[in-house]
Nanobody
Framework: QVQLVESGGGLVQAGGSLRLSCAASGSIFRLATMGWYRQAPGKQRELVAT???????NYADSVKGRFTTSRDNAKNTVYLQMNSLKPEDTAVYYC?????????WGQGTQVTVSS
C-alpha cells in the first residue's frame, strides 16, 4: 500500500511561482514512476508531468519550459516547481504513483492563479 500526500498549493498571481510536494509512504517509491496530474472545473484530469525511477522526465506541451518535476528518493518525495504561472493553470493538482499495474493517487491540492 502506498499513501501520497500533496502540499504546497495556494493562491498566486499570474507570473508567480509555487512548488508542490508529494510525500509517499511505502518502500516502492524508488521503483515508481511518479506523475503530476491536474483537473480544472468542468474538465477532464490531464497529465502534467512524469518522472521515472531513473529520473527521466516528461511534460505536457502546455507546461514545458515553465514546470519542472524532480524527486528525492531519500525523502520519498516528488516535487513540481511551477514558474510563470498562468490563470489557465488553475486546477486541483494530484500526485500519482505507478508501479507495474498498480496506481495510487493523492488527495489533491488546489492551485489558483489570479489574473
Amino acid at each position: 500500500q502506498v499513501q501520497l500526500v500533496e502540499s504546497g498549493g495556494g493562491l498566486v498571481q499570474a507570473g508567480g511561482s509555487l512548488r508542490l510536494s508529494c510525500a509517499a509512504s511505502g518502500s516502492i517509491f524508488r521503483l515508481a514512476t511518479m506523475g503530476w496530474y491536474r483537473q480544472a472545473p468542468g474538465k477532464q484530469r490531464e497529465l502534467v508531468a512524469t518522472i521515472t525511477s531513473g529520473g527521466t522526465t516528461n511534460y505536457a506541451d502546455s507546461v514545458k519550459g515553465r514546470f519542472t518535476t524532480s524527486r528525492d528518493n531519500a525523502k520519498n518525495t516528488v516535487y513540481l516547481q511551477m514558474n510563470s504561472l498562468k490563470p489557465e493553470d488553475t486546477a486541483v493538482y494530484y500526485c500519482n504513483a505507478a508501479v507495474s499495474s498498480l496506481r495510487y493517487w493523492g488527495q489533491g491540492t488546489q492551485v489558483t492563479v489570479s489574473s
